[in-house]
Nanobody
Framework: QVQLVESGGGLVQAGGSLRLSCVVS????????MGWFRQAPAKEREFVAA????????YYGDSTKGRFTISRDTAKNSLYLQMDGLKSDDTAVYYC?????????????????????WGQGIQVTVSS
């Protein structure tokens, strides 16, 4: 079993920054990739960013590329999302996701169904 706990959300003004953290516990040796998704009210869960846990390659959604940075600390079993230049459209619940199996194509990491474990979610609110 794997458990994910997010932290670092909150309220920020437009143009500001926040850093989300996700700590992985349990069977951490199973980690092959991790990602961030977000869901705004009445919208589908949207891909934000992902990372190959072993190789370190990163992938971003179109709406966050250039503003958000995903990173990891393997010694701490932690995933991070640095969010800069926040906009009101970034307001959502942000979820950390964990994949246990290797992936053949990076496109797999953009799909929520290709993750095995999820955090409880954390609210990010950007005021305009």
């Amino acid at each position: 079993q794997v458990q994910l706990v997010e932290s670092g959300g909150g309220l920020v003004q437009a143009g500001g920054s926040l850093r989300l953290s996700c700590v992985v516990s349990g069977r951490t040796f199973t980690t092959r990739a991790m990602g961030w998704f977000r869901q705004a009210p009445a919208k589908e869960r949207e891909f934000v960013a992902a990372m190959d846990w072993i190789g370190g390659a990163t992938y971003y959604g179109d709406s966050t590329k250039g503003r958000f940075t995903i990173s990891r600390d393997t010694a701490k079993n932690s995933l991070y999302l640095q969010m800069d230049g926040l906009k009101s459209d970034d307001t959502a619940v942000y979820y950390c996701a964990h994949r246990q199996e290797t992936f053949l194509f990076s496109s797999w990491l953009y799909q929520r169904d290709n993750y095995d474990n999820w955090g409880q979610g954390i609210q990010v609110t950007v005021s305009s």
